[in-house]
T-cell receptor, first 110, second 111 residues
Framework: KAGVTQTPRYLIKTRGQQVTLSCSPI?????VSWYQQTPGQGLQFLFE???????NKGNFPGRFSGRQFSNSRSEMNVSTLELGDSALYLC?????????FGPGTRLTVT | GQSLEQPSEVTAVEGAIVQINCTYQ??????LSWYQQHDGGAPTFLSY????GLEETGRFSSFLSRSDSYGYLLLQELQMKDSASYFC????????????FGKGTRLSVIA
């Protein structure tokens, strides 16, 4: 069974731009979560989707948004990028209590 | 809200045993999970304690005590490849809540 895939793997953007990250979960998994990871801050929860519905949202500004499609694939969008948005963005899919993470998208904002 | 506390760094010798603690403040939750993340890699699931007590998976064991709001991950016969960051995580059982992670413990295994 294929794992969670994320595209792109690396991204360099400038301040003020917007970015869209994509996540394809494991086949059969309907739950997708997004996390931001920066050094020393662990995994900060962004969103959780289940069957195209946002089930939870973390404490991030409205510049961060996401959605899930009928095939469970998910995207997250960050508008008006700031330097502090530079981070590893991880997507995870789950069927039960175990989360399976993708390799992440490394976003650098200059 | 949920809050999990872990030591930020732990160093241990190859072949030894190390315990990584996780204390939490949440009124009720489904279970305590542990994840491992190597530098440059993605977190991978290690263990899940739904009930109090010890769960063993090879060289790794995990323990939960709900009455003490405490859990730990025990790594035995440490190997150099165990050098990684370890995260505990819980999901509260009140309504739809996300899985919340601690800030992680960086384990360094030295020869």
């Amino acid at each position: 069974k294929a794992g969670v895939t994320q595209t792109p793997r690396y991204l360099i953007k400038t301040r003020g731009q917007q970015v869209t990250l994509s996540c394809s979960p494991i086949s059969g998994h309907r739950s997708v979560s997004w996390y931001q990871q920066t050094p020393g801050q662990g995994l900060q929860f962004l969103f959780e989707y289940f069957s195209e519905t946002q089930r939870n949202k973390g404490n991030f500004p409205g510049r961060f948004s996401g959605r899930q499609f009928s095939n469970s694939r998910s995207e997250m969008n960050v508008s008006t990028l700031e330097l502090g948005d530079s981070a590893l963005y991880l997507c995870a899919s789950s069927f039960d209590y175990e989360q399976y993470f993708g390799p992440g998208t490394r976003l650098t904002v200059t | 809200g949920q809050s999990l506390e872990q030591p930020s760094e732990v160093t241990a010798v190859e072949g030894a045993i190390v315990q990584i603690n996780c204390t939490y403040q949440t009124s009720g939750f489904y279970g305590l999970s542990w994840y491992q993340q190597h530098d440059g890699g993605a977190p991978t699931f290690l263990s899940y304690n739904a009930l109090d007590g010890l769960e063993e998976t090879g060289r790794f064991s995990s323990f939960l005590s709900r009455s003490d709001s405490y859990g730990y991950l025990l790594l035995q016969e440490l190997q150099m490849k165990d050098s990684a960051s370890y995260f505990c995580a819980v999901r509260a059982n009140s309504g739809n809540t996300p899985l919340v992670f601690g800030k992680g413990t960086r384990l360094s295994v030295i020869a």
